[in-house]
């Protein structure tokens, strides 16, 4: 999908739990997108280093390693919410009426079956590496510099339950729209035409080409 979908708000509970794991969302991406940041520095350090003093950052690897799980998966929830995932727009954009929302409906079921099952699995991964009883509670380390690998592991579970938060939500969103043939739900991402999602885009940039001469 090219930009994010509208989600509408209003004053419904629904409305209030998806605006409030929405401030959870965008700490989340936050936090994913201060990683990037750190990764890059870290990179300018490293090949900075080596060039200039031939040092290299002792552990660049390592540290990586800690990053990739963060800047890979904490703000999915974040995409879930505005629907900026990979979607079959052309397929969904030709439904209507109560058709549009039961196939998201399924589609929003079948991720959360499989979210269910990645977040058991990631959470007996972190389970395996942590123990209160061991140097850093951690029974595995990297390998260059020893740093505990089960903050890196527990950063998985943690996504991918807030992720099944989001999907809960909009399961009902979807079922509810569905069973009232709501033409437009509050707490989902909405589906918009190509040239929806182009004139949104053109908005964007005019707003954003005003503030700049402002």
């Keep these: 999908m090219a930009g994010a979908s509208p989600v509408l708000e209003d004053g419904s509970w629904l409305s209030r739990l998806d605006r409030g794991l929405l401030k959870l969302e965008r700490l989340m991406a936050l936090v994913a997108g201060l990683a990037i940041f750190s990764l890059m520095l870290l990179a300018v350090r490293s090949v900075g280093g080596r060039?200039?003093?031939?040092?290299?950052?002792?552990?660049?690897?390592?540290?990586?390693?800690?990053?990739?799980?963060?800047?890979?998966?904490?703000?999915?929830?974040?995409a879930q919410r505005d629907g900026t995932h990979i979607r079959m727009d052309i397929l969904?954009?030709?439904?209507?009426?109560?058709?549009?929302?039961?196939?998201?409906?399924?589609?929003?079921?079948?991720?959360?079956a499989l979210m269910m099952f990645l977040l058991w699995g990631s959470w007996a991964h972190f389970q395996r590496s942590f123990d209160f009883g061991v140097p850093l509670w951690s029974r595995d380390s990297t390998i260059d510099i020893g740093l505990p690998i089960w903050p890196a592991k527990l950063v998985v579970p943690v996504a991918f339950a807030v992720l099944g938060l989001r999907l809960l939500i909009q399961i009902y969103g979807y079922g509810r729209a569905f069973v009232r043939a709501d033409a437009a739900p509050v707490a989902v991402p909405l589906v918009l035409s190509a040239a929806e999602v182009a004139a949104a885009e053109a908005r964007i940039l005019e707003e954003g080409g005003r503030n700049g001469a402002d």
């Design 51 to 78: 060039v200039a003093l031939n040092a290299p950052l002792s552990g660049y690897v390592d540290w990586i390693m800690q990053l990739m799980p963060v800047l890979a998966i904490f703000a999915v929830s974040f």
């Design 92 to 112: 969904v954009s030709r439904l209507g009426g109560r058709a549009i929302w039961l196939f998201e409906l399924i589609s929003v079921l079948l991720i959360f």
